[in-house]
């Protein structure tokens, strides 16, 4: 089933650029056969609000790009119904509420940059309240079981350096059971160069004595991505640099790239994090716990919108300084929504530091000589990073 609805022929675009249209789609998967109609739909202000006349099991958002509306969309579920909203201007869903019912989605315009990093996210997925679900399956019997208790937090790493410092956190991506990519000759694994890398910088690092250090793992173990930058977090860390090695179908795909929180990740987030029952360490220094959420969620934006420009900052100087000692790859920063960045009050980077998926990028990752000069390019970035901040100061 298919529904189509625009906005009035006189504020479209021309064909020519419809490349520069935001287009908003939401589909209502699992609606029976009997609750399929789409019976109003109602614009105000940025939001739009969509009802049907039966109950639906679950809606989502995701937006296009450069896609004509008469071209059609296919259904990406079965049983499921597309909407499809053509814009005048780029925008991206900042919020949606979903009842079972109704669905509401609220708009907010962009540049081309941050609407293009939201089409390729792809999709927000909204599920209704318990209450709109199918009631329990009632049985003549019960079962019990214990509830394990809650599991340790991982221990915490030891902290080299002079404490006055400012305190840096590197993750050695992978390790234990997860191996990460391979090189082309099979002698490689990313989880031993990136601890190679890794111990390269903190070796750097503290040879500078300008920046205390601490690593997430120095041992061939496995650590969960929330545990990762939770360790960072719980040491009070200025700055988490996550090392790992890219890998690419193409073999000649080579060179370093950063990897910061997109805007977009960042939005989603944001509004996880406020709603969030225990707000006691969601922000460092800061708890909400008796917060209401509006004051929660604009708290955390402002955090996450300081912390996402101070590690976009980083990530240029890292570019600046290491282009002249690592083969890079353009363009350098990227942003994308990964776990491990989502910290929202600590500046974090991943750092690709090359293909292990190219032979030469392996061998120069595996060799002292380039582990050398990575450490140095991480070096020069992190001191001029923290020099700057003092000065602000």
């Not at 400012?166 to 050695?172: F, G, S």
């Not at 700055?239 to 060179?255: Q, R």
Request: glycine share 8%.
């Amino acid at each position: 089933m298919r529904f189509g609805w625009t906005v009035t022929a006189a504020t479209r675009h021309s064909a020519e650029v419809l490349a520069l249209l935001a287009l908003f789609a939401g589909w209502l998967a699992g609606v029976p056969a009997w609750a399929g109609i789409l019976s109003d739909v109602r614009v105000s202000g940025n939001a739009i609000t969509l009802d049907v006349d039966g109950r639906a099991a679950e809606a989502g958002a995701f937006v296009l790009g450069g896609v004509r509306p008469s071209s059609g969309l296919a259904d990406r579920e079965h049983g499921g119904a597309h909407v499809v909203v053509d814009l005048a201007r780029p925008a991206i869903t900042t919020e949606g509420h979903f009842d079972g019912r109704s669905i509401t989605f609220a708009l907010r315009t962009v540049d081309d940059a941050t609407f293009a990093r939201a089409a390729a996210e792809g999709r927000l997925r909204f599920l209704p309240p318990f209450s709109y679900l199918a009631p329990p399956v009632r049985h003549g019997y019960s079962v019990s079981m214990a509830v394990p208790p809650p599991a340790r937090a991982a221990p915490l790493p030891p902290v080299t350096g002079d404490p006055s410092r400012p305190l840096v956190v590197i993750d050695a991506g992978h390790g234990g059971h997860d191996p990460g990519a391979l090189s082309p000759d099979g002698e490689l694994r990313e989880k031993d160069l990136t601890l190679k890398v890794a111990r390269a910088i903190r070796d750097e690092l503290l040879a500078s004595g300008k920046v205390r250090v601490a690593m997430t793992r120095d041992d061939d173990r496995f650590l969960i991505l929330q545990e990762r930058y939770g360790i960072a977090r719980r040491l009070g860390a200025k700055l988490f640099i996550s090392v790992h090695c890219d890998s690419a179908g193409n073999p000649d795909a080579t060179g370093a790239t950063v990897y910061t929180l997109s805007e977009v990740a960042s939005d989603k987030e944001a509004a996880r994090l406020a709603a969030r029952e225990n707000k006691a360490d969601v922000l460092a220094g800061v708890d909400l716990a008796d917060a209401s959420p509006d004051i929660s969620s604009i708290l955390i934006d402002l955090a996450q919108r300081e912390t996402m420009n101070s590690s976009a900052g980083f990530a240029g100087l890292l570019e600046r300084e290491a282009r002249p000692l690592i083969a890079t790859k353009a363009p350098f920063h990227r942003m994308a929504s990964l776990i491990v960045l989502k910290a929202p009050d600590m500046p974090s980077v991943l750092f690709e530091t090359g293909y292990i998926s190219n032979q030469r990028d392996a061998d120069f990752l595996n060799s002292r000589e380039g582990r050398e000069r990575i450490a140095e390019g991480v070096r020069r970035a992190v001191e001029i990073h923290f020099a700057t901040r003092m000065a602000s100061r």
